[in-house]
């Protein structure tokens, strides 16, 4: 099983990153998948998660309106479309399975002037 997240980097507030989340090794299309993410000093805060068939989809109050998950499931893939950053949005964000609770790496979101 593996969960391989791209896409982060350095963005100035108000702008946008897009992550993916490419899993393999088990049935995406039957789990439900999660962003997690971590800032310096602080514990790991669910972002959003998204149901197998992308039917129920749910948000942390803190980035709801500004925060977009999808998934392909004909691409095994999980996305997460981040508009409006800002400063507090700077953390380590992690892909997340309901299969087996499996987890990416982690990449590196930095939110700064």
């Known amino acids: 099983v593996q969960l391989v997240e791209s896409g982060g980097g350095f963005v100035q507030p108000g702008g946008s990153l897009r992550l993916s989340c490419a899993a393999s090794?088990?049935?995406?299309?039957?789990?439900?998948m999660r962003w997690y993410r971590q800032a310096p000093g602080k514990g790991r805060e669910l972002v959003a998660s998204i149901a197998a068939t992308g039917s129920i989809i749910n948000y942390a109050t803190s980035v709801k309106g500004r925060f977009t998950i999808s998934r392909d499931n004909g691409k095994n893939t999980v996305y997460l479309q981040m508009n409006s950053l800002k400063p507090e949005d700077t953390a380590v964000y992690y892909c997340?399975?309901?299969?087996?609770?499996?987890w990416g790496q982690g990449i590196q979101v930095t939110v700064s002037s």
């Open positions: 997340n399975s309901q299969y087996l609770n499996n």
């Open positions: 090794g088990f049935t995406f299309s039957s789990y439900i």
